[in-house]
């Protein structure tokens, strides 16, 4: 599963637009933010695999909101990554999850549970509150996969398990209608 982390200060405008919309938010709103056309597939695979369950209740108890997004990748082999936005003065850290367009659900699954598991890997971290941080981070703790254009990328072991394990659990457990988002 191709799988990018950016480190890059380019990210400030989507950052603004993103605590732009913060502001407007009740201050009871979830952590994790899936875009409306990705919350039934967000919900399915929360029923289906307890490990996304797990990661979207540690993501809810964390200092971090996770917006996630579907996209169009010029590299056909990526299904997705992450990217840290910003932090606010509050401590309010702030990551965007990328998933591929025209994908199966299963695999846009199996990389969802493969990026949240990135994002419990940065909420550890207090202190990866910028791109220097993230790629300090994932220097120490990853695998460097490229850097194209100044964009930086990593993969880590862990991840690619979690992936692996979301994409059992999809197999052998069927779609209940127990489990929603808050």
């Not at 603004?16 to 967000?42: D, F, K, Y």
């Amino acid at each position: 599963m191709a799988c990018i982390l950016l480190a890059t200060s380019g990210m400030s405008l989507v950052a603004a637009v993103v605590l732009g919309v913060q502001a407007l938010s009740p201050p009871s709103t979830p952590h994790l933010r899936p875009e409306i056309m990705l919350r039934p597939l967000v919900e399915q695979a929360a029923q289906r695999s307890p490990s996304i369950r797990d990661l979207i209740d540690r993501i809810e108890a964390s200092d971090l909101i996770v917006y996630v997004r579907l996209r169009q990748f010029a590299q056909s082999n990526l299904d997705g990554r992450v990217a840290l936005l910003s932090r606010m003065p509050a401590g309010q850290r702030y990551l965007m999850i990328e998933l591929a367009c025209a994908r199966s659900d299963v695999v846009t699954m199996a990389t969802l549970g493969h990026e949240l598991y990135h994002a419990m890997e940065i909420a550890a971290e207090p202190w990866i509150v910028d791109a220097s941080g993230l790629t300090s981070y994932y220097t120490r703790h990853g695998q460097r996969t490229g850097d194209i254009q100044g964009n930086v990328t990593f993969e880590t072991r862990g991840a690619e398990q979690a992936g692996v394990q979301v994409r059992r659990e999809l197999f052998t457990t069927p779609a209940r209608q127990t489990w929603t988002l808050k």
